[in-house]
């Protein structure tokens, strides 16, 4: 017997295989593949997040458990993504592994879920980052729950129970994370702007998601991959598809199949999930890791990644560079091939709800709505300001005709320095934000740049997450000069990339010989941080919207940095 299937037989806990992807993927087809099988011998229970789309023969299921699940998210009040929770799946699989009457539990994931989310919930780190002196009374009373917000002191207190016991981590394991890929439509999804509420009636008009995303999301964290219904495309696609999907997930096991038939024993008892390998799995990642040699070219500083084999043409590279981007220059070198993504500080919509409070409150807010046009909030005196489905859904159209998409697709499809880059993620230095990175990602024509963490010079050693030396010492071999871990580190990913010429642009948007100069005076002036800033933006066109201050908010939640430390850390 294998270490392996040694550690499985001797977990008493509930063994669970978690599947993902697109709806019409194959997410039900492979589930009544494991139904319909009597070779595993396993009694199985299966929850489903949309028993609505589920098609599965009622004979199959007799000898089995199924049943549905809300994806009921839940947070602590401090709000931190780090202390989210599928409240869903804590409650229905803890019930499951009580019960004891199931040999395995299947997981299928909306279409429309990302599956880190789910995984987080068989993690320790939710339980773990509880004082543990706090008592279930207060674990309850800080527990967010927006859409019950009114949900029931008791269902509350069972919730907080199980998050004072442990979680999910003391009675179930994440054995298996399957992601299944339609090849037909795959790099249909690859290139498009659509987002969730294009595709899906049923989804929150104020979902922010976008196709491209949440597609990427769902493969780089998968440990098995199918490639489905490669019968239904060329043999070339199909290499096209799986030389970028292992580009964009190196670690993962990945099966070409067809009517997701897959050898069972791939995806069920395999052992092989671990959330802290798969958080690191991402090809950009590795990329990151891999590239360790410097070399200075025209005064500049770049980093040269390890030579490696193209398959299908599929290649990637690592920009890096230790100058701060002119925000207006880099702004132009994406603007005409990417739909720009940008998150604002929620200081911005409290702003804006305080104003309408100043200005005539509820009153004003009643008069300016026509009857037939309001949403009612349950308040019976009198109507609420919020608009109707059908209002933010209209709202969000108009401001995509603004951003005048298929023109971006076309713009991509045709330009000479991106039109072979498929997928880029990394950390940014500008010029105008000293203090913290900007996390650039991109996948298709879409493409997001959001303020991240401090950069690790500007925190005291004595407050780095970690007690560590070894991991310390990887975040210093990341520091050179006296600006410290400041720099640019992008990784692009994709298909016949012309690498000089990107290159070539990307170094054109860093600051000049002259506007660093100006930049250092700047920065080692004696002026308070505030009056630098002033002055920087003064030098250096910044139209980019403003950035969440991340450093004050783990202040404010009593958090460390290790969530942003572990994106840029050097694992091994």
């Not at 949309?50 to 998210?73: C, F, P, Q, S, Y």
């Not at 580009?247 to 671990?274: C, H, W």
């Amino acid at each position: 017997m294998s270490p392996v299937a040694t550690d499985i037989a001797k977990d008493t806990r509930l063994p669970v295989t978690l599947l993902s992807g697109f709806l019409g993927s194959g997410k039900t087809t492979l589930l009544s593949n494991i139904l319909k099988s009597k070779d595993h011998g396993l009694k199985c229970a299966v929850i489903v997040n949309d028993m609505g789309a589920l098609n599965i023969d009622a004979a199959l299921v007799k000898n089995h458990k199924l049943t549905r699940t809300d994806e009921k998210v839940v947070q602590m009040q401090n709000g931190c993504i780090c202390c989210t929770l599928r409240a869903d799946l804590l409650e229905e699989v803890a019930t499951l592994a009580e019960q004891g009457a199931f040999d395995y539990l299947l997981i299928e994931s909306s279409g429309i879920s990302e599956p880190i989310q789910v995984a987080e919930t068989f993690t320790t780190e939710f339980a773990e980052s509880i004082d543990p002196t706090t008592s279930v009374q207060e674990i309850a009373e800080a527990l967010v729950d927006d859409k019950e917000p009114d949900a029931t002191p008791e269902s509350k207190m069972k919730l907080a129970k199980l998050i004072a016991d442990g979680g999910l981590s003391k009675v179930a394991r994440l054995d298996t994370c399957v992601s299944v890929v339609d090849c037909t439509t795959f790099f249909g999804d690859f290139d498009t702007t659509d987002f969730l509420t294009d595709r899906h009636e049923d989804v929150d008009p104020e979902d922010e998601r976008n196709i491209t995303d949440l597609l990427t999301d769902q493969i780089e964290f998968a440990n098995v991959i199918l490639l489905n219904k490669t019968d239904a495309v060329p043999s070339k696609e199909v290499n096209n598809v799986e030389a970028l999907v292992r580009k964009l997930n190196p670690d993962a096991r990945i099966f070409r199949t067809q009517y997701s038939s897959v050898p069972l024993q791939e995806i069920l008892n395999t052992g092989t999930f671990d959330f802290a390998k798969a958080s690191f799995s991402a090809g950009w990642l590795q990329s990151l890791r891999d590239a360790s040699e410097y070399v200075e070219k025209d005064g500049k500083k770049m980093m040269i990644p390890k030579p490696e084999t193209e398959e299908y043409g599929i290649s990637s590279f690592v920009f890096s560079a230790r100058r701060p981007f002119h925000p207006k220059r880099l702004w132009e070198v994406l603007e005409d091939s990417f739909c720009i993504l940008q998150g604002s500080p929620d200081e911005d919509d409290e702003d804006e709800d305080e104003d309408e409070d100043e200005i005539g409150g509820d009153a004003d807010a009643e008069e300016s709505h026509e009857d037939g046009d309001i949403e009612i909030d349950g308040d019976k005196d009198g109507p609420s300001v919020k608009d109707t489905k059908a209002q933010v859904r209209a709202r969000l159209l108009e401001e995509k005709a603004k951003m005048n998409l298929p023109a971006k697709v076309e713009s991509k499809r045709k330009s000479p320095l991106w039109k072979g880059v498929l997928r880029s993620k990394g950390f940014v230095w500008m010029a105008t934000r000293p203090s913290v990175h900007g996390e650039w990602s991109q996948a298709g024509v879409m493409f997001t740049l959001t303020g991240g963490g401090p950069w690790m010079c500007e925190v005291p050693e004595d407050e780095w997450p970690t007690d560590s030396d070894e991991i310390k010492e990887q975040i210093r071999s990341d520091f050179e000069g006296e600006w410290g871990d400041r720099r640019q580190e992008i990784v692009f990913i994709g298909q016949s990339i012309d690498q000089t010429a990107l290159v070539k642009a990307l170094n054109d948007a860093l600051l000049d010989d002259s506007e660093w100069r100006m930049w250092e005076r700047t920065m080692k002036s004696r002026r308070p941080m505030e009056k630098k800033l002033e002055r920087l933006y003064d030098l250096f066109d910044d139209g980019w919207e403003d950035w969440p201050d991340m450093a004050e908010d783990d202040d404010e939640h009593g958090h460390d940095h290790s969530h942003h430390v572990a994106k840029r850390q050097k694992s091994e």
